[in-house]
């Protein structure tokens, strides 16, 4: 018996130590133990505390009551219905298009019928025409987006005449043109850059009604399943602007405004101002010294009125500057951000120029110039981000400006001056098919002229190849052709009718105004009020005080400045010379205003001047003797 007591001594011994380092029996482990172990199921004794246990343990607590799912919040219940209708939206992917329909009954849908059904499904009342559409619910910014907002997208000018709706993952579902039915589509294609609004409607109590009495079907899958199955269509950007549009809204007039050679020069390339001061003043009517402040003015005036489209015709840059075509773009890109469209070719001054300097008045110091790689990657948001085609050779391309017009912008500055490419002119003439097939207008532009707009400036301002552009844009039927360089405003009839707008820079300040509705196209001019800007501005010089006066008399100076040096130490009397420099400053502001003389006032001057020796003024003078119409306004007749 003591032997197998002293047998049995170690193993306790090694169970007591066991107990002591390890804690089995410790009251923490057995809490631990409890704690870890199942609980029983409930019954329905145990739902009293006083029978549940007969001999219950002082330390027992009752159990815990399960805490319910968190209530949705009002935001995420807009989210979870806002994703229903992105869901069932997707049972319509392969439908088929159809003009002015809303349901599958109809045979298809339409843009707008598309959202109108899905919407109505889910219990809300929205107009039927996507314009209108457009105006209802409130507006989303872009990077807000709820797969079942609404996208509108603006498809000439500021009229928003497409939707589809939001699916989430940067996708969106539409009704894209009978060719194509209802797809789906990415909105990273380069095309849909152009500015678009999105509108979220659920939530909104005005649209509300009773939903329909049928049931919302199921929609099993999610726009991942689905995506897996069937491909995205390709996106074709004719026809989003053309058949995919609302075609149940009427046409809207597509307003666009046009200005050129503003020759901006940024203000960070002079020092001191007098040396660009006197180099305006001994000039050719430029007011280069003060173009940020009335390039500033212009781009006010486009943010009050905003055209669709803003067309800029070249010479952006005094020199080519690279920090003046910096700070060009910087300026114009709130206005696109507003809704209107900017459209750029380079002119003469803008590529690889040697002249980009600083003006210091100490004198000129060579600066940056920037190459047609850098304009090319600089300007991309103004014009080729919505183009439809671009030639890829040169900066030229086509957009779409609305239903049924596009715009072709023509370089003819990147490789040289003036010209335009084999390769181009035959992009040119395939962009022109297109366009005819489609049953679309065309207004081409360029930045040299299509024509001679006077016979003494013809070399270096007329294309050196106009003749072969000419004839294609006759051949097409193009509306008509835009173009500057000249700085007079100017415009010529013939088998396609050239405007020139004048120099955003040279009094009087113009730009022009075009508005085209389809049947006709009119064009009118407006200077721009750089006073009242100024004013706003808080800005006090004298010039800016009275900027309409002061332009005039500063082109009126400079053009005596020239009649003074031609004739110094003349044998014509003072009174005669007056008589000539009053008659060329008056004829050389009509002319590059575009205004008709007044010859009865000017009679006695253009005579004299016609007795003169001859010379290139004097033939210059009989130029502008001869204009016969007013070049500020213009109708064109659409057939």
């Keep these: 018996m003591k032997k197998k007591l002293i047998a049995i001594i170690p193993v306790l011994l090694v169970l007591v130590l066991n107990i002591l380092f390890n804690g089995v029996w410790s009251d923490k482990a057995v809490q631990a133990r409890k704690e870890a172990a199942p609980s029983p199921a409930p019954t329905a004794a145990s739902t009293s505390a006083s029978t549940a246990d007969p001999s219950p343990s002082p330390k027992a607590t009752p159990k815990p009551t399960p805490t319910p799912p968190p209530t949705p919040s009002p935001e995420e219940l807009l989210r979870q219905e806002s994703q229903k209708i992105a869901d069932y939206s997707l049972k319509f992917w392969g439908a088929k298009y159809k003009y002015g329909g809303d349901s599958l009954e109809e045979g298809g849908f339409d843009c707008s019928g598309l959202v109108y059904h899905c919407y109505g499904m889910a219990g809300y009342s929205l107009e039927r025409v996507a314009a209108q559409q457009a105006k209802q619910g409130v507006e989303v910014p872009p990077e807000e987006l709820w797969p079942g907002d609404v996208l509108c997208f603006k498809t000439s000018g500021n009229y928003v005449g497409h939707v589809g709706i939001y699916l989430g993952e940067g996708y969106y579902i ?19 850059k152009r500015t678009f609004t999105a509108r979220r409607f659920v939530g909104c109590e005005e649209l509300k009604t009773p939903p329909p009495a049928e049931a919302e079907p199921a929609q099993a899958e999610t726009l991942s399943a689905r995506l897996h199955t069937q491909p995205v269509a390709p996106f074709v950007p004719a026809a989003y602007t053309l058949s995919g549009s609302d075609s149940a809204s009427p046409a809207a007039p597509i307003t666009i405004a046009v200005a050129t050679d503003m020759h901006y020069l940024s203000p960070g390339l002079v020092v001191g101002g007098e040396l660009i001061r006197q180099m305006s003043l001994n000039g050719d009517g430029k007011m280069n010294h003060i173009s940020p402040e009335i390039f500033q003015a212009f781009l006010c005036e486009m943010e009050k009125t905003s055209p669709d489209i803003l067309i800029i015709s070249g010479d952006m840059t005094l020199n080519g500057a690279k920090a003046s075509h910096e700070d060009f773009v910087r300026l114009l890109a709130p206005l696109e951000k507003k809704g209107t469209d900017v459209l750029i ?5 803008d590529i690889d120029k040697e002249f980009a300097v600083n003006y210091i008045d100490d004198g000129a110091v060579k600066a940056e110039a920037l190459s047609f790689e850098a304009f090319r990657t600089l300007y991309a948001d103004f014009g080729p981000d919505i183009a439809i085609s671009s ?20 370089d003819t ?8 490419k084999s390769p181009t002119l035959q992009w040119l003439e395939q962009q022109l098919e297109e366009a005819q097939a489609a049953g679309d207008k065309v207004i081409t532009v360029s930045h040299q002229n299509l024509y001679a707009h006077n016979r003494l400036l013809s070399f270096g301002y007329e294309l050196y190849n106009s003749d072969a552009l000419l004839a294609l844009l006759e051949q097409y039927g193009v509306i008509c052709h835009l173009s500057g360089h000249i700085h007079s405003q100017s415009i010529k009839e013939g088998a396609v009718p050239e405007i020139v707008t004048s120099s955003l820079v040279v009094a009087p300040c113009q730009y022009g105004l075009i508005e085209y509705d389809g049947s006709s196209l009119s064009y009118g001019t407006a200077e721009t009020d750089v006073s009242l800007w100024a004013e706003a501005e808080g800005r006090t010089e004298p010039e800016f005080a009275n900027f309409a006066a002061f332009c005039r008399k500063f082109f009126a100076d400079n053009c005596y400045r020239q009649m003074n040096e031609m004739f110094e130490g003349s044998a014509l009397s003072e009174e005669d010379v007056s008589l000539l420099s009053d008659t060329f400053a008056q004829l050389n502001q009509d002319y590059f205003a575009g205004a008709l003389p007044d010859y009865a006032a000017l009679q006695a001057g253009i005579e004299l001047w016609r007795a003169q020796e001859k010379s290139f003024t004097q033939m210059y003078i009989e130029t502008m003797a001869a204009i016969e119409h007013d070049s500020r306004t213009y109708e064109i007749a659409v057939n």
């Design 174 to 192: 539409h009704a894209m043109g009978e060719e194509y039915g209802v797809v789906v589509n990415s909105l990273d294609d380069p095309y849909l």
């Design 413 to 420: 500055n990147s490789y040289g001056s003036g010209t335009i």
């Design 391 to 410: 030639d890829g050779q040169t900066f030229s391309y086509t957009v779409q400006a609305g239903k049924g017009l596009r715009i072709i912008m023509l």
């Design 345 to 349: 070719i380079p002119g003469n001054h």
